[in-house]
């Protein structure tokens, strides 16, 4: 804006104000007092007014010179306060980590496992994004991306943190139930969890994989996400389909058991994806880190 003078002009005015005189000024400034004296004179010209009187000593503020010592009082305070505030805001970004997995993962493996990490490092925030998808991607402000899948991504840097296996769970109360699994699975109510993604195993693989044939009929409840799923087998309403990083801290804790001894291995696993785009090395590696430890502890048997 034309109308206004180079803020350097207004600092040093506002620091012969602060400090009563050029020459304090000047030391602050580290420079001589003439050009302290200079820049007021540059301030003065560009406004039009004078804003010393000269002929008292030392100088006194005429009006126009007290209007604007109240005028930098308030607005160079407020550009003050902007600026720390942008810093601080600025510095807890760089210490702040964007998660982005699915629901599943995020309640029952996540979640659990973060008091761990602020207890190490209570200097850098996790913030957890959930996704509908096993393979969340790297966009949005996602910093770490936790995927199922055969860990060969372009997007970023992929560090394994555990492989999965696959077994029917069910509470222990519901178990009793059940006198002979593999004679009684068509009677058996089955958790079921309509997903998109093709590399999650359902039901019908894992039956294929004991050599029952297609088609089988039985009881079923279907769900569209592993935590609506997981709740109902810990409400013991039926035999769900057990993957290592919904159910195994679960299985670990005795609320839920294995059904069967027939365990499936699938060949994916579950990876941590580093954006390559993200500017937070520091706090990014800290918590990439973490995630590979806290997976290598939680490694299914």
């Known amino acids: 804006m034309r109308s206004l003078p180079p803020l350097r002009l207004l600092a040093v005015f506002e620091m012969v104000v602060r400090y009563r005189g050029v020459k304090a000024a000047a030391g602050v400034f580290n420079v001589s007092p003439a050009a302290v004296s200079q820049s007021l004179k540059q301030l003065e010209s560009h406004l039009g007014v004078a804003l010393l009187d000269r002929s008292t000593r030392p100088p006194n503020l005429t009006q126009y010179g007290a209007a604007l010592r109240d005028a930098c009082a308030t607005g160079l305070k407020t550009i003050e306060d902007c600026i720390e505030e942008m810093r601080t805001s600025a510095a807890a970004a760089q210490r702040s980590v964007t998660i982005a997995c699915s629901v599943g993962t995020a309640t029952y493996w996540l979640m659990p496992r973060l008091s761990g990490f602020y207890q190490r490092h209570g200097d850098i925030t996790i913030n957890v994004m959930t996704t509908t998808t096993g393979s969340p991607p790297l966009s949005g402000g996602v910093d770490i991306a936790i995927r199922y899948g055969h860990g060969r991504w372009r997007d970023g840097v992929a560090s394994l943190l555990f492989k999965e296996k696959v077994v029917p769970v069910c509470t222990p109360q519901f178990k009793s139930t059940i006198n002979d ?29 004991m050599g029952y044939a297609n088609g089988r009929k039985h009881p079923s409840l279907r769900f569209t996400n592993y935590v609506q799923a997981t709740q109902a087998a810990l409400a013991s309403q039926g035999v769900m389909l057990g ?7 679960l299985v670990a804790q005795g609320r839920l058991v294995a059904v069967s001894d027939h365990v499936l291995h699938p060949a994916h696993g579950h990876y941590a994806i580093i954006s390559e785009r993200s500017a937070k090395s520091a706090s990014l590696h800290a918590v990439c880190a973490w995630l590979v430890e806290e997976g290598k502890k939680n490694l299914p048997g």
């Open 243 to 249: 993957w290592h990083a919904v159910t195994g801290d």
């Open 181 to 209: 699994w593999e004679s009684a699975f068509e009677h058996t109510p089955l958790i079921h969890v309509d997903v998109d993604d093709r590399s999650w195993l359902g039901w019908s693989e894992y039956f294929k994989s």
